[in-house]
């Protein structure tokens, strides 16, 4: 049997803010001066349940006020790399969403530096390589997601894509393709987040209006042939995060979760954690979790890890390494 937890692969849908643990939210409050409204660590942990994206949203944006310095942001990112380099995780492609923090008056400096300097760390002590993406709130205004680019540019050494994400309902990718339209043609890649709450259109106008390299989630796919069709004939990636989709009532039940409908229609799934330190369990979590609960074989486990190395923005060279390191692992597991 393959250990799922230290089978190498990429993590490619994580949002640094969404691994902030309330340990960790506590200690850059002090550090800060920030009050919470949560008396304990105990009451805040509590406080992670919800019942729909924006009950989520809501306290996700609410544990993120504590960050102000430099020191925060690389404490946040260091305290993710060192976890998922114990899970296996060669690489990372890490979303970040300036715009909740530059509305604070957190210059977007501060963010990205800090930011930078824990995924230099991590690959001098752990050998993660990484990316940073910058994600679009989906929420406010094309206007504001433009100024965004526009901060973004000196950083482009820094920053491989731009993605879109929060709240999805009403707020289609159209709204946003003059701004993709720029990205692109400043050198930026391009991700965004279509088919969870929003419907197959989504993923069609994020595929065709914002010209994405990876569809992040796209569960909802599957509702339409055409579409499904259209990703596995492109090979396009879903960066599908199943714990993700139960906590937020996107998928009912872990067992009648659609990724193995997934890979047996061709498509290139991969596996990823999403928010995890409110969804309940970080990427090696979530390949054990769902590899129980649909019964997924070792050869499937392996297909998921090279689908997430195939889908990664990292050169042909390093590709090739991880792959072959999985090979390796694989190899291993069939003969123990």
Same mark, same amino acid.
């Given at each position: 049997m393959i250990d799922a937890v230290r089978l190498p692969k990429a993590e490619l849908h994580l949002h640094i803010e969404g691994t902030f643990e309330p340990e960790l939210i506590f200690e850059i409050a002090a550090r800060? %001066?920030?009050?919470?409204?949560?008396?304990?660590?105990?009451a805040l942990r509590a406080a992670y349940e919800f019942t729909d994206l924006q009950s989520f949203l809501d306290i996700y944006y609410e544990g993120m006020n504590v960050l102000r310095e430099e020191r925060d942001y690389y404490d946040l990112a260091a305290a993710y790399l060192r976890r998922a380099a114990a899970q296996g995780v060669r690489h990372a492609e890490i979303f970040f969403d300036p715009q909740a923090h530059t509305d604070r008056g957190v210059p977007f400096a501060v963010v990205v530096e800090g930011l930078s300097a824990a995924?230099? *760390?991590?690959? &001098?002590?752990f050998g993660i390589t990484?990316?940073?993406?910058?994600?679009?709130?989906?929420?406010?205004?094309?206007?504001?997601?433009?100024?965004?680019?526009?901060?973004?540019?000196? !950083?482009?050494?820094?920053?491989?894509?731009? %993605? $879109?994400?929060?709240?999805?309902? #009403?707020?289609?990718?159209?709204?946003?393709?003059?701004v993709f339209d720029r990205a692109r043609a400043e050198g930026f890649l391009t991700v965004a987040h279509a088919g969870e709450e929003g419907g197959p259109e !989504?993923?069609?106008?994020?595929? *065709?209006? $914002?010209?994405? =390299? +990876?569809?992040?989630? #796209?569960? +909802? =796919?599957?509702?339409?042939?055409?579409?499904?069709?259209? $990703?596995? +004939?492109?090979?396009i990636p879903l960066t599908v995060c199943p714990l993700s989709n139960v906590?937020?009532?996107?998928?009912?039940?872990?067992?009648?979760?659609?990724?193995?409908?997934? $890979?047996?229609?061709?498509?290139? &799934?991969?596996?990823? =954690?999403?928010?995890?330190?409110?969804? %309940? #369990? !970080?990427? %090696?979590?979530n390949f054990v979790q769902t590899? &129980?609960?649909? #019964?997924?074989?070792?050869?499937?486990?392996?297909?998921?890890?090279?689908? =997430?190395?195939?889908?990664?923005?990292?050169?042909?060279?390093?590709?090739?390494? !991880?792959?072959e390191e999985i090979e390796r692992t694989a190899a291993s597991a069939a003969s123990a």
């Open positions: 800060n %001066g920030v009050a919470l409204k949560y008396p304990t660590v105990e995924l230099a *760390d991590a690959r &001098a002590s990484s990316h940073l993406i910058m994600c679009f709130l989906r929420d406010l205004s094309a206007q504001s997601a433009m100024e965004t680019l526009e901060r973004a540019l000196p !950083y482009r050494d820094r920053i491989i894509a731009v %993605g $879109l994400d929060s709240a999805e309902v #009403g707020n289609p990718p159209a709204k946003f393709q003059a !989504y993923v069609w106008e994020a595929l *065709d209006l $914002l010209r994405v =390299s +990876r569809v992040d989630h #796209g569960v +909802r =796919s599957l509702e339409d042939a055409a579409l499904v069709e259209r $990703l596995r +004939r492109q090979r906590k937020l009532r996107v998928v009912n039940d872990l067992t009648k979760h659609p990724l193995k409908k997934m $890979l047996d229609a061709g498509l290139v &799934a991969t596996v990823n =954690s999403d928010d995890p330190a409110y969804f %309940g #369990g !970080y990427v %090696g979590e590899a &129980a609960a649909l #019964g997924l074989t070792d050869d499937e486990l392996v297909t998921l890890a090279k689908n =997430s190395i195939e889908a990664s923005f990292i050169d042909d060279a390093t590709k090739r390494a !991880y792959l």
